[in-house]
């Protein structure tokens, strides 16, 4: 198997090669032939193609590692050590409990240990220490957890504060009077809102003893509330779901208005860039799907440089006109009236997490085909709390 740095440096060879050809093979013009085409957009395809690859072997690896880890802590000759006691979901019996519930290994112990974790729908919530790995498992799932600011409540509603105007110092002599601020402040209110996912084991494997259960759904639960949290964060109305930060209302400000439907050129770019504050472009990144990164990767600048630019080394993301880029299949493709790019600084694009994730074993509904069902469920919000902190390009 090639390793991440080899197959880097084959994708930044291979995009060398593309633009070579197409400098050499343009016409007087700046149109490729059919024949030409058709050979650029194998080279293009290649790109993306180890792109996705490494990705893939990304994900292979920090599996992997978490897999190496050891299950169980060393024994330890400390006599006088004192291990504290944990209570609730945090306590040994109830993880227990919980597995063997799952399992379908109840008895009156059992039910009496989950009842420290019944929630409002007659499931039982995941013990604390699993919980962590469940969310740990979704970060590294969404891209939109990896950049924006994540927080844990216990309540319903948060209330974010936001200052509504901006006032500036004031230059005053010796013994002046200071002159009183008008700032105004206003709030932006985090809710919770339901999630879930059925995940289906088939009886056999359950019973399995040697079936990893907790690794299994660790990963379909990932999958699942991944893809709906990533689609929520970016689009979602707002309505029974997250406000994304390319929803109309309470989303991100429009930078620029592309002059054409389907197209993009660099100047677009460069005033889509520079429509951000200087104070959020240290931190910005640029969001996008596939298909809107092959037409930047073709896009020069004013002294003929190409202004996208693989990353080599490991972990080194992409950049365009020197920020990273992240691509996510949720954004939009550029097309008429689609805001097809988001740059800005996703850290002020909040994602609440309430506290408790439960499943609910569902014995009959799939008893004919030889399954169990699992519904996992669990109840966050995300909001852009500062639109101004990001800004789209919307196609024509």
Not at 94 to 117: C, D, I, P
Not at 121 to 131: K, M, R
Not at 285 to 290: A, E, H, K
Not at 387 to 392: G, I, L
């Amino acid at each position: 198997m090639r390793t991440i740095n080899e197959m880097r440096q084959q994708r930044a060879d291979v995009w060398n090669k593309a633009k070579e050809f197409l400098d050499t093979h343009r016409s007087t013009s700046g149109i490729l032939s059919a024949e030409d085409t058709q050979t650029y957009e194998r080279m293009e395809q290649e790109i993306v193609d180890l792109g996705h690859e490494i990705e893939r072997q990304e994900r292979f690896e920090s599996f992997e590692r978490e897999m190496r880890k050891p299950t169980s802590d060393p024994i330890r000759n400390t006599p006088t050590a004192v291990t504290p006691e944990k209570f609730g979901r945090a306590s040994d019996e109830y993880k227990t409990a919980f597995w063997k519930s799952l399992r379908n290994e109840t008895s009156y112990e059992v039910r009496n240990a989950l009842r420290e974790g019944v929630d409002s729908d007659g499931g039982y919530l995941v013990p604390d220490t699993y919980e962590h790995t469940l969310i740990q498992a979704l970060h590294d799932e969404v891209i939109m957890r990896q950049l924006c600011h994540t927080f844990t409540t216990s309540s319903g509603t948060h209330a974010i504060p936001i200052a509504g105007s901006r006032t500036k110092a004031t230059w005053v002599a010796e013994e002046q009077e200071i002159p009183e601020t008008s700032d105004t402040f206003t709030q932006k209110m985090i809710g919770a809102h339901k999630l879930t996912a059925l995940i289906r084991i088939s009886e056999e494997l359950l019973n399995d003893s040697a079936f990893d259960l907790e690794s299994y759904i660790s990963t379909e639960f990932a999958r699942k509330m991944g893809d709906a949290e990533e689609e929520a964060f970016l689009t979602g109305n707002g309505t029974g779901k997250p406000t994304g930060i390319l929803n109309d209302k309470d989303g991100a400000e429009i930078g620029l208005t592309a002059a054409a439907a389907t197209t993009i050129n660099t100047n677009e770019l460069i005033d889509l860039y520079y429509s951000l504050r200087a104070p959020y472009r240290k931190r910005a990144v640029w969001i996008m799907n596939d298909s809107t990164v092959n037409i930047l990767r073709k896009l020069k600048d004013g002294n003929g440089q190409y202004i996208w630019e693989p990353g080599i080394k490991t972990n080194d993301t992409d950049t365009i006109l020197g920020r990273k880029v992240y691509t996510s299949t949720a954004v939009p493709n550029a097309k008429a009236g689609a805001k097809a790019i988001a740059f800005g600084d996703l850290s002020y694009y909040w994602i609440g997490d309430r506290e408790g994730i439960s499943f609910k074993r569902l014995n009959e509904l799939y008893a004919t085909k030889g399954q169990v069902g699992f519904l996992a469920t669990k109840r966050l919000d995300g909001k852009l709390i500062l639109p101004e902190a990001v800004k789209v390009l919307k196609m024509k």
